[in-house]
């Protein structure tokens, strides 16, 4: 089944210093189109902190929405996914 929903990490912060924002992103956008449709949760690498809102998460899952292969790697690697 093709899925129009990708999940992403979207870089932020300063240089040296990144931060990631998990992005629910259309598959097929313009490229002038830079944002998110909705940011369900985030990621610091310097600290490893993670965190996503489950509910939103959820209701993506159930509408067969696409992984990036370093999100998915993030989701399993924090037990979210299998």
Known sequence: MKTHLTLKLCRFGRKHRPFYRLGVI????????????????????????????QDRFDHYKTNNIAYTDSVKSLLTKNKIIS
């Open 26 to 53: 259309p598959a097929f956008r313009h490229p002038s189109r830079k944002f998110a449709l909705e940011y369900i949760g985030w990621y610091n690498p310097v600290s490893k902190e993670f965190k996503i809102q």
